[in-house]
Nanobody, 122 residues
Framework: QVKLVESGGGLVQPGGSVRLSCAASGFTLGTYAIRWFRQAPGKEREEVSCISSNEGITYYADSVKGRSTISRDIAKNAVYLSLNSLKPEDTAIYFC???????????????WGQGTRVTVSS
């Protein structure tokens, strides 16, 4: 059974950092790209970052470029998203999905995690 489980969210002060994890089971991460999305209250879902399947090429949205890093540990079958210099506007539920990077529009039927909430507030 394919499953993605996010963790690592919480309450963080502005300027702080967070490291989110996306643990996969039922498939090998290297065969799938993993994209991170976020959705803030009352806003549309936004793509944050992506790491491609075989080559591990990384992509970042402009909103997090320069203060985020996506990485993966094939042995642990996990992908990580580190966000630094957090701002209140980074507050959202963060989801990972096993979908291709680029123009592909994720579907509800794709493999998604349940999300982890990040709240940036003093």
């Amino acid at each position: 059974q394919v499953k993605l489980v996010e963790s690592g969210g919480g309450l963080v002060q502005p300027g702080g950092s967070v490291r989110l994890s996306c643990a996969a089971s039922g498939f090998t991460l290297g065969t799938y790209a993993i994209r991170w999305f976020r959705q803030a209250p009352g806003k549309e879902r936004e793509e944050v970052s992506c790491i491609s399947s075989n080559e591990g090429i990384t992509y970042y949205a402009d909103s997090v470029k320069g203060r985020s890093t996506i990485s993966r540990d094939i042995a642990k079958n996990a992908v990580y998203l580190s966000l630094n210099s957090l701002k209140p506007e980074d507050t959202a539920i963060y989801f990972c999905a096993a979908v291709p990077c680029g123009a592909y529009t994720p579907l509800p039927s794709d493999f998604w995690g349940q999300g982890t909430r990040v709240t940036v507030s003093s």
